[in-house]
């Protein structure tokens, strides 16, 4: 803001026109530049079963001062997560989204990512969440383990007698 000697009202520096003689004070202020963005992708981690359907959640935080354009999502290992956001307001969130992959046989970890540009300078900003899909393996149950242990020393007696059977003849 600044004052004059003709006007001691603080004032914008762009509405005053000197006259002769005349003096103008201001002040300035620098106010520090931030900018930021957060991609939240959840459940962080899912347990399915092989041949079943991932499901999760995303939500885009622009976390800085400064307003963003062009906001994407690109997630490689979940292609319908991707999304256009386009803009967002400084401290704003998007629109939460549920997005899917189906018939996942194996498990995975992927990375989502979120990009925005600001307004003023056009500087790109962007920010990662990863996700966890677990198949549960195909372990043997534990109460099923002495039983396949039994058929396994059966299979070995078998053809040890068998074996031994043969040297008698």
Not at 73 to 85: E, M, Q, R, S
């Amino acid at each position: 803001s600044c004052t004059s000697s003709d006007n001691p009202e603080p004032f914008s520096p762009s509405m005053f026109a000197l006259g002769a003689g005349e003096n103008v004070t201001c002040d300035f202020v620098n106010t520090e530049r931030v900018v930021g963005i957060a991609i939240e992708k959840s459940p962080d981690s899912q347990n399915i079963e092989a041949g079943g359907t991932a499901t999760f959640q995303i939500v885009v935080t622009n976390t800085g001062g400064i307003d963003l354009q062009n906001v994407t999502v690109n997630d490689p290992l979940a292609p319908d997560c991707d999304a256009v956001i386009g803009a967002l307001a400084a401290g704003a969130s998007s629109t939460p989204y549920d997005c899917f992959v189906a018939d996942v046989n194996f498990g995975f970890v992927n990375v989502a990512e979120a990009c925005g540009d600001t307004v003023d300078t056009s500087e790109t900003v962007c920010d990662t969440d990863t996700a966890s899909v677990i198949i549960p393996s195909t372990e043997i149950p534990v109460d099923n383990y002495w039983a396949l242990l039994m058929m396994i020393f059966g299979i070995i007696a078998i053809s040890i007698a068998h074996s031994y059977r043969r040297r008698l003849m």
